[in-house]
């Protein structure tokens, strides 16, 4: 069964600073995707950054990067140019496509504080 | 705004009692997913259905069922529940069932006394 490892409950970073999150995974499988999932206090569920763990490059969105490293079954989250708007539960998630059967694991959480 | 609806957002209820969460998809996605995220036990998938039909589940209990309807919204239900059972659950869908590209909805808080 796959595993997702967020070993860093809390974090806290000054507003304009950058902060990398930590997740690792453990899985045989090749094919699968990775996310980052942001929940504010509203609770609702809000997709950062999707990684396909058969492309090579890192993805990107905006201020939010990832850094994939596949072998080592890493997959960090870097939050350049901070805003309190950030201020959340990250979650960490790895999915196997649901075309081959359920699996979507999510990690327990890095609860995020960017202070002003 | 998601696009996927909840209702309700709050319940309260009593042990024993059955509850029915509902759910319905963005506009033109045909899968529809629902999680459990409580506190003991985090965020936890439950079950899948595309298109009317049941694709695959995760951690459900005996105790929960659910349904697609031809409309495609999907009801939860919650049977003979047990304190252990107060989470928020939310639903996700998607256009496809492999499932890369989700969408949440804002969540039903569940509340059993």
């Known amino acids: 069964a796959q595993t997702v490892t967020q070993s860093q409950p809390e974090m806290s970073v000054q507003e304009a600073e950058t902060v990398t999150l930590s997740c690792t995974y453990d899985t045989s499988e090749n094919n699968y995707y990775l996310f980052w999932y942001k929940q504010p206090p509203s609770r609702q569920m809000i997709l950062v950054i999707r990684?396909?763990?058969?492309?090579?490059q890192n993805a990107t969105e905006n201020r939010f990067s990832v850094n994939f490293q596949k072998a080592a079954k890493s997959f960090s989250l870097k939050i350049s140019d901070s805003q309190l708007g950030d201020t959340a539960m990250y979650f960490c998630?790895?999915?196997?496509?649901?075309?081959?059967?359920?699996?979507?694991?999510f990690g327990p959480g890095t609860r995020l504080s960017v202070l002003p | 705004d998601s696009g996927v609806t909840q209702t309700p957002k709050h319940l309260i209820t009593a042990t024993g009692q059955r509850v029915t969460l509902r759910c319905s998809p963005r506009?033109?996605?045909?899968?529809v997913y629902w999680y459990q995220q409580s506190l003991d036990q985090g965020l936890q998938f439950l079950i899948q259905?595309?298109?009317?039909?049941?694709?695959a589940k995760g951690n459900i209990l005996e105790r929960f069922s659910a349904q697609q309807f031809p409309d495609l919204h999907s009801e939860l239900n919650l049977s003979s529940l047990e304190l252990g059972d107060s989470a928020l659950y939310f639903c996700a869908s998607s256009v496809d069932r492999a499932g890369a590209e989700q969408y949440f909805g804002p969540g039903t808080r569940l509340t059993v006394t």
């Open positions: 506009s033109g996605d045909l899968s």
């Open positions: 259905y595309y298109n009317g039909e049941e694709r």
């Open positions: 998630a790895f999915m196997k496509p649901f075309n081959y059967g359920q699996n979507f694991v």
């Open positions: 990684q396909e763990a058969y492309k090579q």
